[in-house]
């Protein structure tokens, strides 16, 4: 079978922002709503796809975002126009004063607070995060196989990422797994993956595999949406079903009638969606990035430490937003590949 979209997954609906559209638009007309933030370079796993072996060079503290200035730049985001934030690392729930941030955001009043995490420290902090307003929780695991698990992170844990998957669900909270598909490592796990959707109240997302700095990413290793797609629809008998999705999201989701929760799929590789794109990302060490695969960085943390108005830094940002490219930071597919170098791995971007 072959996969299709609607045309109203990809309708554009004019945004609403907060206090001002244009400081957060780009010269594309794409307003941007939803910021990631990286609170931490480190993390607690050597996934293979996200750095090598031997770790990465972490940037020395006093060149990283305390706790005020992170809060200090959410807000100013909040002011502009940001609805959504998402902490991502490395972990983010590693980071020694975590539950400090959370409180931090939590008083924002923002319309969704989320966090993408390994799950390995979840289950222990789904208590305050639940306190403090957290709404979404996505959790990267890419087997379902425990031997598997020790190859890919370079590390043990299964078991606890597993049954944090399921507190977080008991907890309420809105909960998606993220799966990194690479050709030889996990794609004969896609249709697992997918079962779990019929019985469990998730969002399976399948990701294409991306280029990083130092990810050591073939072709080879690319598999194809609409392969998984087929493969999912041949190993369990069922015909996928389109969910019109809102303004901004990356994922094509799809489910079936008597399942409980839904698959996804991020296309980058194959299937851009930069047209729709409403993201923006704060990084550990104050950097704004408006793309993950653009590699031109600039910094608001010199005017956060130097006690700039507020407007000083939403100027800064809005000339940074301002710059965005059309897709890909400015690449083509054809082109990223051999440019991922000047890139950052992507455990010091955050995802």
Request: charged fraction near 25%; proline fraction near 3%.
């Amino acid at each position: 079978s072959k996969a299709t979209v609607s045309v109203l997954y990809w309708e554009m609906k004019p945004p609403t922002p907060r206090v001002t559209k244009s400081l957060l638009s780009d010269t594309f007309g794409r307003f941007h709503d939803y910021l990631r933030i990286s609170l931490t370079e480190r993390c607690n796993l050597r996934c293979q796809y996200c750095m090598p072996s031997e770790g990465v060079d972490l940037t020395p503290n006093e060149d990283l975002m305390t706790t005020g200035e992170l809060l200090k730049a959410s807000r100013i985001f909040r002011d502009m126009g940001v609805k959504k934030i998402r902490l991502t690392g490395g972990e983010p729930l590693i980071r020694k004063d975590f539950d400090n941030v959370i409180q931090g955001l939590g008083e924002l009043d923002l319309d969704k607070l989320c966090i993408t995490t390994n799950g390995i420290k979840l289950s222990r902090k789904i208590p305050i995060m639940k306190e403090h307003g957290v709404t979404h929780v996505n959790i990267s695991l890419d087997t379902l196989v425990e031997a598997k698990y020790q190859f890919i992170t370079r590390r043990n844990g299964f078991e606890k990422v597993f049954k944090a998957l399921h507190q977080s669900i008991d907890a309420g909270l809105t909960t998606k797994v993220n799966c990194v598909v690479m050709r030889g490592q996990n794609d004969d796990e896609v249709v697992a993956f997918a079962n779990l959707a019929k019985t469990l109240p998730i969002e399976v997302r399948f990701i294409e595999y991306m280029p990083f700095n130092s990810n050591s990413w073939s072709s080879d290793m690319l598999v194809p949406w609409m392969s998984i797609f087929d493969s999912i629809e041949q190993g369990l008998d069922v015909k996928l079903q389109g969910i019109q999705g809102q303004r901004g999201d990356v994922s094509k989701r799809y489910s079936c009638d008597d399942w409980v929760g839904s698959v996804g799929f991020i296309t980058t590789m194959t299937s851009q969606f930069c047209g729709g794109c409403n993201r923006m990302r704060l990084l550990a060490d104050g950097q704004v990035k408006v793309c993950l695969f653009d590699s031109n960085e600039r910094s608001i943390l010199q005017l956060l430490r130097t006690n700039a108005s507020d407007i000083d830094v939403m100027q800064r940002i809005s000339e940074i937003v301002d710059g965005k490219q059309a897709s890909l930071g400015g690449h083509t597919i054809e082109t990223l590949a051999s440019h991922s170098g000047e890139n950052r791995p992507m455990v010091k971007i955050g995802g």
